[in-house]
């Protein structure tokens, strides 16, 4: 899930980065204030993130993934009594490092705007969504499943997500993901398979009502 891809890294470089993911507080900036439902970015991009009252705000911190970028995480979600998320917003605001050359660079075909905020995204389902995440221990997926985790909270299995970019500098070093998720119930049409599903070219009105979804329960405005 992670939203970085690099080529040919070093083993000895991931045994690095696996260590410094598992201690997400070592980055000395501060998070993000968080404002109730709201995320307050004052920079790349300034703008307010607030999520719907179903949502509730786990927590956040701040991640190094592979040695070649720092990514602050913060999680809202919805979930059952037994700790089951059922909806959920993954937000991460992540730049790279001086040690990864180049930019973000992502070829996704499809384009919307949330609020003042355009965003490319892509749609995408699994039949075990909470394993997918956790695959890589260093990446970014498997340190926000830590987080939920550390609140006694699970990711879902049959599910599918919406992952939207947001690349606020002109040199593309710098990006807001969001992914909202949410589980699919028994007997969901939506289609699974355990290397994804491209929900966009398989099941194009379940690709928008997801994003429909988004829509409802985020909104952003522009500082």
Do not use: C
């Amino acid at each position: 899930m992670t939203s970085l891809t690099f080529a040919g890294t070093a083993a000895l470089m991931i045994s690095a980065a696996l260590a410094a993911a598992q201690s997400p507080a070592a980055g000395a900036q501060a998070l993000r204030e968080v404002r109730g439902q709201t995320i307050v970015s004052t920079e790349l991009p300034a703008a307010e993130l607030t999520f719907g009252k179903d949502f509730h705000y786990v927590g956040g911190q701040r991640v190094n993934l592979y040695g070649l970028a720092d990514a602050e995480q913060h999680l809202f979600v919805k979930a059952g009594d037994d700790g089951a998320i059922e909806r959920f917003y993954w937000v991460q605001f992540e730049h790279r490092l001086p040690t990864s050359k180049g930019p973000y660079d992502y070829q996704l075909s499809g384009t919307t705007e949330i609020g003042d905020l355009s965003f490319v995204y892509d749609t995408k389902s699994w039949p075990d969504y909470a394993a997918n995440n956790a695959e890589d221990p260093a990446s970014d997926g498997a340190a926000i499943s830590r987080l939920a985790a550390e609140h006694k909270l699970a990711f879902p299995q049959r599910a599918a997500r919406v992952r939207m970019f947001h690349l606020p500098t002109a040199d593309r070093r710098t990006e807001l993901m969001i992914i909202y998720g949410e589980a699919l119930p028994e007997g969901s049409a939506v289609p699974v398979r355990r290397e994804g599903v491209l929900l966009d070219k398989e099941a194009p009105a379940a690709a928008q009502a997801l994003l429909q979804d988004v829509r409802r329960g985020l909104t952003i405005r522009k500082k």
